[in-house]
């Protein structure tokens, strides 16, 4: 079983599919994985992580302040046996350890370069 924690519903049209489908994206042999109804979607905040002296660098003439932050993945569920939770990739890439999470890889896009899905779904730990 996937979960689409994505908050949007994710298309896969499989290894083969071209770069650009001018034919029906909606209906070209690719699988719909409908976002999740039931549960909000994962997403990140932040917080910022307290330094002891301020962090500054100069770029182009200008002062820049720099700031730490931990970024924290809210409403992802625990794991659960037998089911894999599909995520944004950005929530994929904060997470360690996690063989359950599932993320889109490989943009497949329309005639007018708009995406419409993806080609693979990647564990990305």
Same mark, same amino acid.
């Given at each position: 079983?996937?979960?689409?924690?994505?908050?949007?519903? @994710?298309?896969?049209?499989?290894?083969?599919?071209?770069?650009?489908?001018?034919?029906?994206?909606?209906?070209?042999?690719?699988?719909? @994985?409908? #976002?999740? #109804?039931?549960?909000?979607?994962?997403?990140?905040?932040?917080?910022?992580?307290?330094?002891?002296?301020?962090?500054?660098?100069?770029?182009?003439?200008?002062?820049?302040?720099?700031?730490?932050?931990?970024?924290?993945? !809210?409403?992802?569920?625990?794991? !659960?046996?037998?089911?894999?939770?599909?995520?944004?990739? #950005? @929530?994929? #890439?904060?997470?360690?350890?996690?063989?359950?999470?599932?993320?889109?890889?490989?943009?497949?896009?329309?005639?007018?370069?708009?995406?419409?899905?993806?080609?693979?779904?990647?564990?990305?730990?």
């Amino acid at each position: 079983m996937i979960i689409n924690l994505t908050g949007e519903d @994710i298309r896969v049209y499989g290894p083969d599919a071209p770069d650009v489908i001018t034919d029906d994206v909606l209906h070209t042999g690719c699988t719909v @994985i409908a #976002a999740e #109804a039931e549960l909000p979607p994962a997403h990140l905040g932040f917080e910022s992580v307290d330094l002891d002296e301020p962090r500054t660098t100069l770029h182009g003439g200008q002062r820049l302040e720099i700031h730490l932050v931990r970024y924290l993945v !809210r409403d992802l569920p625990a794991y !659960r046996p037998g089911t894999y939770l599909l995520v944004d990739p #950005a @929530i994929g #890439a904060c997470v360690r350890g996690r063989a359950d999470l599932l993320v889109p890889l490989d943009q497949v896009h329309d005639a007018t370069g708009a995406p419409v899905g993806y080609r693979y779904l990647v564990s990305p730990c």
